[in-house]
C-alpha cells in the first residue's frame, strides 16, 4: 500500500536546527525564549493525561514547531503491533500537531517484553515486507506520513541479501514513507563495520530525507581491539559527525536537523550552542549553488 493522498506529509518545521526537549531546560526555555528552530519529544514521554510535562510543553508548543519521535513501536519486530500504544501515539499527535513524525527502523519487544534497547533487523525480502505492512499501518492510523529513521549498528546479519540502502529504498517505494537521516548513526555504524561512511551517502535515498538527526557517540574498543562506536548521545558532536553533515546539508540545502543529547544532559546554553554550530552549516550550505555531490 502507497501513502494516500488525504494523509497529511507535513513540511511545517522550519530548514533549522531544533534541540530534544529535556525538562530540565524548561524553565530556560519559557523564561528566554530562545531562537531555536523547533522542539523535538519522545512521544512516549507524553502519552498519559495531563500533569506537569504537558503543561510545559503546551506552554512551548504555543511558541515553537515540534517534531514528535517515538521509540516504542517496534516497526521491525516479528508480531504485530501494539494497537494501544499507537492509539495513544495518535492522541499525542492529535494533541500536539506535530510538523514531523518519526520511528527507528528497529525492534524493541518480543510478545509481551519490552526491551530497553532499539535491536536491528535482518535486511532480507521477509523483513522488507514485515517493516512495510507495520510503516502502512502506522500511517493509516496516525493519518500522516511517518520518517523512518537509519538505525546505528553493531553486529551485521549474515542472512541480510540487500544493502542498508537499497532496502530503506525500497520501504520508501513501498509505502510512501519518507526518511530521517541520523548522521551520527551513519558514522558509528561506518566505523564498527569497516566501511565508508561517504560511500553510504552517496547511495542513500537523500531525495526521500525530511529530517536529519545529529548525536554524540562513546568511543570504545571491541574484543579484537578495534574501534567502537556507542551511539550514547551523551556529549557533544564529534567532529567528523559535524563534516558528514556538511556534506549532506551541501547536497540537499537546509533540512530540519535535530541535536540529539539524552544522556548526561549538559546545562541549556551548551545544548543552544550545538544548535547555533547546526545553524552555522545549514546558513552556509543555504548560500552554495549548485549543490555539491557526495564522494
Known sequence: MTLT???????????????????????????????VGFFEVHAENYME??????RHLE??????????HGVGLSIGG???LDRD???????????????LFSEHLAWSTHDITYYNDLLPV?????????????????????????LLENPSTYVAFAESTLSETDFLREIVRRTGCGLLLDVNNVHVSATNH??????????FPLEQVREIHLGGHAPDIDDDGLPLLIDAHDRAVDQEVWRLFAL????????????????????????????????????????????RALG
Do not use: C, F
Open 5 to 35: 493522498t488525504d494523509l497529511r506529509i507535513a513540511a511545517a518545521l522550519p530548514a533549522r536546527a531544533g534541540v530534544g526537549l529535556k525538562g530540565e531546560h524548561v524553565p530556560d526555555i519559557l523564561g528566554s525564549r530562545p531562537d
Open 49 to 54: 493525561a495531563g500533569g506537569a510535562p504537558h
Open 59 to 68: 506552554a512551548i508548543r504555543r511558541d515553537y514547531p515540534l517534531s514528535l
Open 78 to 80: 516479528a508480531g504485530p
Open 85 to 99: 500504544h499507537l492509539a495513544r501515539l495518535r492522541k499525542v499527535a492529535d494533541r500536539y500537531e506535530p510538523g
Open 122 to 146: 535482518p535486511y532480507t525480502e521477509a523483513t522488507l515486507a514485515l517493516v512495510s505492512a507495520h510503516i502502512d499501518e502506522v500511517q493509516e492510523v496516525m493519518g500522516r506520513q511517518m
Open 194 to 203: 569497516g566501511w565508508s561512511a561517504e560511500t553510504y551517502l552517496a547511495e
Open 248 to 291: 549532506v546539508a551541501n547536497r540537499l540545502g537546509p533540512l530540519p536537523t535535530l541535536i540529539e543529547w539524552d544522556n548526561d544532559v549538559p546545562a541549556w546554553p551548551v545544548l543552544l550552542d550545538e544548535a547555533r554550530s547546526a545553524d552555522r552549516i545549514l546558513t552556509a550550505a543555504a548560500s552554495r549553488e549548485p549543490r
